[in-house]
């Protein structure tokens, strides 16, 4: 049995995005905190006059680089980032913070200010617990290094709170800076995952919505077709009486009748096959051309002629290609040409076209366009201006299905007048494939 694939695309995680760009940007400030090391030592050793036990700090500063060039490599091989991975790149700078301290006097290094820079990266990124920990950590590292470390040789004695203070200046600065910078880059981060989890949730609440009205949908569906058979039976049975077959114009009207009951089922056949309770029924294979002119030819059944322009062809679709005939997508474009016709009745176009590996597909028309309210809205439920209960569900149903078949649906107000809604499609979506075949 041919089959063919409605749901969208995996995307990777906006969650794991945000953790991305995060721990890129603690690779960053990592890079920075190296270069500061090594300008502070050179300073300190050499222009105060300080020594500094040079050759171990040096080994932390390349343990450190090395550190950086394997999160790069790390970071490019893993698309998922979990919270513990951040968790494990603060942990790691908070450890080599703490040597650089040791060696630089412990506790009395103005420097030790930058574990609160630690604490706040903490705050931002991690959740309550591996925030906490973090915590933790540094307040047993500070502790650590009052009575642990390697103290600086100050002289004169006198000179140590003056340089003392201008170290803590220093810090501060550096920590401001630090903090403006990188903590409102990490939380742009987290606010653009929160709010994709929004519209997670809103398109949820979306789909939820159209379960609704596919059952509504079906059921109706369902209870129209016993009372359409029976007016079909009696249709029959009149147009075989003399009192009407002898009679040229109401035989007519009796044929128009049957035509309209007969439009009536295929109308709810669409609506059961798209609600996947057409059984028995395998999916039909055919061409793009064949199901665009079946589209446009159905439609036009029944209504004025000359009302619909229909725009395709070798020309604008290119080469053709098999695809199963997808009642939803079907559906889709009747709903935006009927649409149309309630607004411009007269005159209405339908164009399609190839574009790559896209099939793109406009409906125009000449009515009044969208207001400004309903473009910003547009697809959203009750977005209409119809002015009557339940209207805008049409386009609400359509671009939900476009979107569960990885395109898109977009619309825009025309000069001097009229619409235009847009509709982009991959045709890998509807392509038929022979593994498919089962």
């Known amino acids: 049995m041919n089959s063919i694939a ?19 940007l603690l690779i960053q400030l990592r890079w920075m905190a190296v270069l500061g090391q090594v300008v502070t030592m050179a300073i300190v050793h050499f222009g105060l006059q300080i020594p500094l036990p040079l050759a171990p700090m040096a080994m932390v500063l390349g343990a450190l680089l090395a550190l950086n060039a394997l999160s790069h490599l790390w970071l490019r091989q893993h698309l998922h980032i979990s ?21 630089s006097g412990g506790a009395t290094n103005p420097f030790t200010a930058l574990y609160l820079l630690q604490i706040a990266l903490a705050a931002v990124l991690l959740p309550g617990r591996g925030a906490w920990l973090i915590v933790v950590v540094t307040c047993a590292a500070f502790v650590g290094l009052i009575g642990i470390n390697v103290p600086l040789a100050v002289r004169p004695p006198t000179s140590l709170l003056r340089l003392h203070i201008l170290g803590l200046f220093v810090c501060f600065v550096l920590g401001a800076v ?33 379960v609704r009205l596919g059952l509504l949908a079906s059921g109706a569906a369902h209870e129209l077709g016993t009372p359409l058979a029976s007016v079909s039976v009696i249709l029959g049975d009149w147009r075989r009486m003399p009192e009407i077959s002898q009679h040229p114009e109401m035989l007519q009207e009796l044929l128009e009748m049957q035509a309209a009951i007969r439009r009536c089922k295929s109308i709810l056949s669409g609506i059961l096959m798209s609600a996947g309770e057409a059984r028995g029924e395998a999916p039909v294979v055919t061409s793009l051309h064949r199901f665009l002119d079946e589209i446009a030819r159905d439609w036009s059944d029944g209504r004025p002629s000359g009302t619909l322009q229909y725009h395709a062809g070798s020309g604008a679709l290119g080469e053709d290609v098999k ?47 969208f207001t400004p309210e309903m473009l910003e809205n547009f697809g959203k439920p009750y977005n209409s201006t119809k002015g009557r ?39 890998a979506a509807l392509e038929y494939r022979e593994k498919d075949r089962g």
């Open 389 to 427: 209960r339940g209207g805008g569900l049409g386009l609400f149903l359509v671009v939900n299905v476009i979107r569960k078949l990885g395109g898109s649906v977009s619309a825009h107000n025309r000069q001097p007048g009229g619409a235009t809604v847009t509709v982009e499609l991959p045709l």
């Open 323 to 369: 695809i199963v005939a997808d009642p939803a997508l079907k559906q889709v474009v009747t709903n935006l040409l009927d649409n149309a016709f309630e607004v411009s009745p007269g005159w209405i176009r339908l164009n399609a076209e190839r574009r790559g590996d896209m099939l793109r597909m406009e409906v125009l028309d000449l009515g009044p366009g």
């Open 6 to 24: 409605l749901t969208e695309p995996t995307a990777p995680s906006h969650i794991d995005t945000a953790n991305r760009k995060n721990l890129a």
């Open 178 to 210: 630090l903090l403006v910078v990188f903590i409102s880059r990490m939380s742009r981060n987290l606010q653009e995952r929160d709010t994709y989890l929004v519209e997670l949730k809103r398109r949820a609440a979306e789909e939820d919505h159209i």
């Open 83 to 103: 919270s513990q991975a951040l968790f494990s790149a603060l942990l790691l700078d908070v450890a080599a913070l703490t040597v650089q301290l040791y060696f």
